[in-house]
C-alpha cells in the first residue's frame, strides 16, 4: 500500500479523518507509523496527499489530512477482457487498475467456463476490494469502471461497433502486425480467453472494425498478455 | 500446458515416448486426449512436432513423436530481478519464460528480506518446475539460464559494468526517460524490490552504465512491471 484510500465519509470538513479496523492495523502494523508520522493519503473519487498521525491506540487512528494534489492521469484505454478464472480475474484487476486503465468490460466467450460467473470474485464487493488494492498501490483515487456483459454478440455489435472514436485493437497470436507501442486518443483493447476466441467471435471482432495486432509469436497466459499489452499501449 | 515437454530421456531413437504419472494424467484429464489424438510435443533443449497416442492405459502412454520445427526464437534479453517474494518469485519465472527472455539472475538489496533466499520456491527443482510450466505455455523447449547472486556490489562491478555489448537499463519510477520499444540487440533489464532500491544501489546501478527508465507516472508491483518492462522492450 503506497496511499492510504479514505472513503469520503471518513474525513470530515476540517480534514480530520478517524480509521478502525483492518486500516489502523495496516499503518500500525505493517507501515510501522506511530504518533506525529506523515502518510500518503487519498480520498476515493477526489483529491490525495498527506496525513499526519494525531492520536493512535488499540481501536482508533486520527489523522490531520492536507489534500492539495490530483489524482494521477488516467489513460484513455478500455479493456475488453474474456472472463478469466477467479484467481487470475482478482490480480489482473489489481495490475489493470494500478496501469490505470480507464473502463474495464468483463464478457463472455465460447472457452469461458459458465461457472467463473457465480464466482465471488464476480461480486461487486470483490471486485471493488481488488480495485481498491490496484489504487492503494499505483497511489490513485479513482477507480476505473468495471462492468460485465454476459452476452458478447449484441456487447460488440451495438456498443462497440458504433465507437469510431476510438481505436478499436484485438490482441490475439493471429494478428499479422505486433501491438502498437505509445498510442494517443481513445483506444479499446480486447484480450480472449485461455485458447483463445472461436472462429464465429474474431469474426465479430473483425465486422466490428477491431485491428487485430499480436502479442509476438509466443502463446501467453490472459494475465501476462493484459499487462504486456496495456505496456505497449503506453 | 500447449506443449508437452519431453525430457530426453524419454524419447527412444525411433521417436517413441512412453510417459507415466502427472504427465499421463494431464494428457488424458486435462487436454482429453485418446489413442489416435494428436499432441504438440517438444523434447528439452532440443526440436518440437507432435505426437500421436499409440497406447493409452492407466498406467501408460505412448506416444510416436515426428520433431521437425525449432523452438521459438528468444529474444537477447537478461532480466536482473531483485527476489522477490515466493509466490511472486513462482509466476514471474512463468511469465518470463514464455515471454521467451535468454536469462534471469536474482539478486539481492538492501529491501529484499533475507528469508527469501531460503524459501523453497529459490531451490533449484522449484525453479525448474515453474520454468517448465513457462515453456509448456510458450510451446518452447529452451529454458532460460536461472542464476542468483547474494551480493549485489560485485555482481554489478565486476560482471554487469564491463559488459560494453549490451544496451543496459533500470527501469525504476525514478527514470527521465520512458522505457524503449522493440529494442534491437543484447539488453540488460534490472528491476528492483517491492520499495524500490536504495539510494546506494542506484548509484552502484548508474556507476554501471544502466540508464533509468520509468514505465509511467504510477508505482507498480513488481510482477507488473517486469511483465511491462519485457513487453516494451518487444
Known amino acids: 500500500m503506497n496511499l492510504l484510500l479514505l472513503e469520503p465519509d471518513q474525513l470530515d470538513a476540517d480534514g480530520r479523518a478517524r480509521l478502525s479496523g483492518a486500516a489502523l492495523v495496516h499503518v ?5 507509523k506511530t504518533v506525529g508520522s506523515s502518510i500518503k493519503v487519498g480520498v476515493r473519487g477526489g483529491l490525495r496527499g498527506r496525513a499526519e498521525v494525531l492520536a493512535f491506540d488499540e481501536h482508533r487512528l486520527e489523522l490531520a489530512c492536507v489534500l492539495d494534489e490530483e489524482p494521477p492521469y488516467k489513460r484513455p484505454i478500455e479493456l475488453v477482457l474474456a472472463l478469466p478464472r477467479p484467481p487470475v ?3 489482473l ?6 496501469m490505470g486503465v480507464r473502463r474495464v468490460v468483463l464478457c463472455h466467450s465460447a472457452r469461458v467456463e459458465k461457472s467463473y ?3 465471488p470474485a464476480v461480486a461487486a ?7 481498491r488494492l490496484g489504487l492503494e498501490q499505483a497511489c490513485d483515487t479513482v477507480a476505473p469502471l468495471v462492468e460485465t456483459r454476459l452476452r458478447l454478440r449484441p456487447f460488440v455489435e451495438d456498443e462497440l461497433a458504433p465507437r469510431l472514436d476510438a481505436r478499436r485493437l484485438l490482441a ?3 494478428g499479422a502486425s505486433a501491438c502498437p507501442c505509445d498510442v494517443e486518443g481513445a483506444t479499446i483493447v480486447a484480450i480472449g480467453p485461455e485458447g483463445g476466441w472461436v472462429p464465429f467471435e474474431l469474426g465479430l471482432w473483425a465486422d466490428a472494425g477491431f485491428l487485430c495486432v499480436n ?4 502463446i501467453l497466459r490472459v494475465e501476462t498478455a493484459v499487462i504486456a499489452a496495456l505496456a505497449r499501449l503506453g
Open 89 to 91: 480475474l482478482r490480480r
Open 172 to 174: 490475439d497470436p493471429s
Open 93 to 98: 484487476l489489481q495490475h489493470v487498475t494500478a
Open 117 to 119: 460467473w457465480s464466482s
Open 215 to 218: 502479442l509476438g509469436p509466443r
Open 125 to 131: 464487493a470483490e471486485i471493488d476490494a481488488n480495485v
Open 28 to 32: 500500525r502494523e505493517v507501515l510501522g
